[in-house]
């Protein structure tokens, strides 16, 4: 097969399973399990551009002409390559846990969700391997639309409002922030193209480079910086499978990916060390990883918890672009497959909680690890990797950032970053430590739903073992990075 | 025996839709006058094709009606500036032509529809009048038949609802006010020049080259008079009222093309004949029209989001909308100039196919079409509110539509002006957009009602289609639109150096 020819069948197959799943809608057995197999295909083919890539392969395919310079192309890059492997990968187990968790909790319009489901995890790839900045941003909006019927799925008032927060938010800011700042992009350099080394250096006025990152950053809202990170809360009204892959994997690793993207292939990690045009944003984002810690603590919900922890993850992938040291783009690309892994876990796990019994809150979870021993060890194990713990993959993503900020003489950034792994200790952990030492007198009806338990097992365990095999990945992500 | 009328091809696209429109005024057939109209569109359509090919070959065609010369007889101009739009009013015309059967049959009473086919030929002829004149009187005559055939168009609407009535009057009173503004001014020109036509306005005004009040005092009321026609804000409050009690089918075809038209001449007359007194015209375009068309963008946006009756919702957007043609014309250069036009061709698209899915939305609910009323709509009639959906992204402005196209040559013309003021509003307004529109896609998709529905009519659908195709392929293919505009705008531009 050819290269172009897999980047085409990898950005269609989700398509299809969208048309699959509605052709078959009155078979549920068969309807489910075309996101399975749409799964297995992309990762197969993600998994071959991933190789291909570490073997310095083009994959390369363009379309048409949209305006001067700017095609409607697609061109894996390094960075690409590795999101898709995470996005494709974790879409089949997604997939799985889908079917488990929405027949488990009785959801209604299950064809809907999974169409608009496989949809987003189209858009999410042609994102991973967009060839500049516009087509990019197509598939950007494309992602936010396409989620929106999942976040407004309950179809109720909270839904509705959740859903218009969401989507105004996102789209909203790239209208004002994204657009404009890829106009200029254009206007000043002629291209959009993603080049390694970037194409803004001799090109665009040092002096408005802070102004471009800030529009970037903010315009990119799926990155979920403070003070744009109200969607993602609120997009927690959705069913688990949602939260679980596309607001812990597919939106918002889109988000930070792009941001990475633009700071590795447009801006340039060198032009932005020279005029250090980012220094600022280290800040911004150090205070969202403290804020947001402190506001994880604060919520009872489950869920909720588990959505401000992201936002104080995802700025760790924003500190580490914006630091821009070799090592600090190393752990900020490490980082979009670590919180990947174990945060889907998390998600997973409190939505077999929901879905087994029908509990929500952390006070509420009293006694129930003896219950669910299973879901307890998994949870665990994601939580473990999060908080940067070896030997679990999340320590090494973490390991690379602190160096990194240690390489830009940030000590302050360094110590931020220990005590933010404290705050995570505390705050996931509390509920596996309420669910095995204090005891409820309260009967829980447990309802058995397999399929929602062994998926956050499967990516809990991978947690550890990749943690060995971390260099697999490592060495794509530095062989793109200019030191 | 064709080479006859195509030697007079200039003439015929404006003389044959009005002598047609005479011919079925008093045909009590309920089909024929429709077929008769589309018959005489598809003619105009290779008329206006010819017109395209014979610019190609020579660039300027000045038609000299009844062989008298510019300065003393009437002429009609066709060259790179207007072909464009020349082209686009006649695909456009021919489409919703097409489209408004059904629907004319289902607002007016049948035995009308002689009637309405008649001022409906009417109100074509004219406005393509306007696309063409080359003589400032002539205008004003085009101006009144056109506005005379819409207002009468708009008071069919009252079968329907009373208010299309107030609204058709409201319009008559205003747009009287306004030709009166505009003809006062052609008064003061030719009293002053003792000519009519624009080449020769020109050469004669050139004589007053530092200046005369009295002609100040002519331009200015040529230039308010238009102003009010076209809708610029704050003299827009006539349309409206007017957009949304028309019968759905008028709205389609004064949205799309009625204040294009006019915006054309607008332009035209500022670069081609007012250019010779520069300090005149910048202090108007950076003083007037500049500061008005920011308002109008942000306010026809801010009001169009607290609008629940949808074709109201659309017309404050297009109020909007012709404030971002106007903010590009006052920008003085090549690059604002081509994306005015380019804006005028594709809001011309975008609020056509618009206004004709909300139109049919208007029949198939048998009421005015407010927000929650088009609740379920998106799962009951999927194939048009597709269409809708794809419109409403265009006109938000994503890449893949022309809207995208529009809007990246107005931040590239603004850019090379430095105006970043106008872009940050631009950008803020373009985002409020969504707000507006995708209430309208909210109602649709997320609320589940159950109701009787019918199946969706191909003869309507057909249409709205064509448009919504062609929005997206001149949002890939984009190059069609931008030639034209740039051609107007080298037109435009080679009068405004010499």
Redesign the interface.
């Known amino acids: 097969m050819s290269n172009s020819f897999l980047i085409i069948l990898g950005i269609i197959t989700p398509l299809f399973a969208a048309l699959f799943s509605y052709i078959c809608r009155y078979n549920n057995n068969l309807r489910d399990s075309f996101g399975i197999i749409g799964g297995l295909v992309t990762f197969l083919i993600s998994l071959k551009i991933f190789h291909g890539i570490q073997n310095n392969e083009i994959f390369q395919i363009t379309f048409f002409t949209l305006f001067d310079g700017v095609d409607f192309t697609f061109k894996v890059s390094a960075l690409g390559s590795i999101f898709s492997l995470v996005a494709s990968s974790l879409w089949i187990l997604a997939s799985i846990y889908t079917i488990g968790y929405m027949r488990g909790a009785g959801e209604k319009n299950q064809t809907r969700f999974v169409i608009f489901y496989s949809i987003a995890i189209h858009a999410a790839l042609a994102i991973a391997w967009s060839g500049n900045l516009l087509v990019l941003f197509i598939f950007y909006e494309i992602l936010t639309f396409s989620t929106f019927p999942l976040v407004g799925h309950k179809q109720n008032a909270e839904s509705q409002s959740a859903g218009r927060l969401y989507l105004s938010i996102l789209v909203g800011t790239s209208l004002i922030f994204f657009l404009p700042a890829i106009f200029w992009i254009w206007l000043e350099t002629g291209t959009l193209d993603f080049q390694d080394g970037g194409i803004l250096i001799n090109q665009f006025p040092a002096e408005y480079l802070s102004l471009l990152i800030a529009m970037l950053v903010f315009g990119i809202g799926k990155a979920a910086i403070m003070p744009i990170h109200r969607w993602l809360p609120a997009a927690m009204v959705a069913p688990t499978p949602v939260s679980a892959l596309l607001h812990a994997v597919a939106v918002v690793k889109a988000g930070v990916f792009s941001f990475l993207v633009v700071i590795v292939y447009i801006v340039g990690p060198e032009f932005l060390l020279q005029t250090k045009s980012s220094d600022w944003l280290v800040w911004l984002a150090c205070f969202t990883i403290m804020a947001s810690s402190i506001i994880a603590i604060t919520k009872d919900d489950l869920k909720a918890r588990l959505a401000y922890s992201t936002i104080s993850q995802l700025s760790y992938i924003i500190l580490g672009a914006a630091l821009a040291s070799s090592l600090a783009l190393k752990g900020a690309s490490f980082h979009i497959i670590t919180h990947a892994l174990g945060k889907i876990t998390l998600f997973f796990c409190a939505g077999a909680i929901y879905v087994t019994a029908h509990i929500k809150k952390v006070s509420e979870l009293k006694g129930m690890g003896f219950k669910l021993p299973l879901i307890f060890f998994a949870y665990t194990l994601g939580a473990l990797s999060i908080i940067g713990v070896p030997p679990f993959i999340g320590s090494w993503s973490k390991f690379y950032l602190i160096m990194g900020s240690i390489e830009r003489e940030f000590i302050i950034v360094a110590i931020i970053l220990g005590i933010s792994s404290l705050l995570n200790i505390y705050y996931l952990l509390q509920p596996v430590v309420i669910g095995f030492t204090q005891i409820s007198r309260r009967e829980v009806k447990l309802t058995k739903a397999p399929l929602t338990v062994w998926p956050p097992v499967i990516t809990g365990l991978s947690c550890l073992i990749f943690f060995f095999y971390a260099n697999y990945f490592l060495n794509n992500v530095s062989g793109v990075i200019v030191s | 025996m064709f080479d006859i009328f195509l030697d007079d091809a200039a003439a015929l696209v404006v003389v044959l839709p009005l002598l047609i429109s005479a011919i079925i005024a008093f045909m009590p057939s309920k089909i024929w006058p429709w077929i008769i109209s589309l018959v005489t569109l598809v003619l105009h359509l290779v008329l206006s094709l010819h017109l395209l090919k014979e610019i190609s070959i020579s660039g300027l065609i000045i038609y000299e009606f009844g062989n008298w010369e510019p300065p003393w007889g009437i002429s009609f101009k066709i060259d790179g500036v207007n072909i464009g739009l020349q082209l686009l009013f006649s695909i456009f015309v021919l489409i919703s032509t097409f489209y408004s059967r059904k629907i004319f049959l289902s607002e007016i009473d049948s035995r009308d529809s002689g009637k309405a086919y008649s001022l409906w030929l009417l109100a074509i002829g004219s406005l393509n009048g306007i696309i063409l004149t080359n003589d400032i009187f002539n205008l004003f005559v085009f101006l009144e038949i056109s506005a005379l055939a819409s207002i009468s168009l708009i008071a069919l609407g009252a079968g329907q609802n009373r208010k299309a009535l107030l609204a058709a009057f409201n319009y008559l009173i205003i747009g009287a006010i306004g030709a009166t503004f505009y003809v006062i001014g052609v008064g003061f020109a030719y009293a002053m020049t003792g000519t009519l036509n624009m080449n020769d306005l020109v050469i004669q005004l050139a004589q007053y080259s530092d200046g005369q009040l009295a002609i100040f005092a002519g331009m200015s009321f040529m230039l308010i008079g238009l102003m009010v026609k076209a809708a610029i804000f704050p003299v827009h409050i006539w349309l409206p009222p007017a957009y949304s009690y028309a019968p759905s089918a008028v709205s389609t075809l004064l949205a799309a093309l009625a204040t294009k038209t006019i915006l054309y001449f607008f332009v035209r007359l500022l670069y081609e004949v007012f250019i010779i007194y520069p300090s005149y015209l910048s202090l108007f375009l950076d003083f007037v029209l500049y500061p008005l068309s920011l308002l109008a963008i942000f306010i026809g946006t801010l009001i169009a989001i607290y609008q629940d009756d949808i074709k109201k919702l659309l017309a404050f957007s297009s109020i909007a909308q012709i404030g971002y043609i106007t903010l590009a014309f006052s920008l003085k250069d090549h690059s604002g100039i081509t994306s005015g036009f380019i804006h005028i061709f594709n809001h011309a698209l975008i609020k056509g196919g618009l206004f004709m899915a909300v139109g049919y939305f208007a029949i198939l609910y048998k009421d005015r079409v407010t927000l929650s009323s088009l609740r379920g709509f998106g799962y009951k009639y999927p194939i048009t509110s597709f269409a809708l959906l794809i419109c409403g992204l265009s006109l938000?402005?994503?890449?893949?539509t022309n809207g995208f196209?529009s809007k990246?040559y107005l931040?590239?013309a603004l850019?090379t002006n430095q105006m970043y003021f106008s872009?940050?509003l631009v950008?803020?307004s373009?985002?409020l957009a969504?707000?507006y529109f995708?209430k309208i896609v909210?109602q649709m998709?997320?609320?589940?009602i159950k109701f009787k529905s019918e199946k969706e009519d191909a003869y309507i659908y057909l249409p709205i289609w064509i448009i919504t195709v062609s929005i997206i392929f001149f949002g890939?293919?984009?190059s069609p639109i931008i030639e034209f505009s740039n051609l107007s705008a080298d037109y435009l531009i080679s009068g405004y150096q010499n």
């Open positions: 938000i402005g994503l890449p893949l196209i990246l931040f590239q850019y872009i940050a950008a803020v373009s985002a969504v707000a995708w909210e998709w997320f609320y589940e890939i293919y984009s």
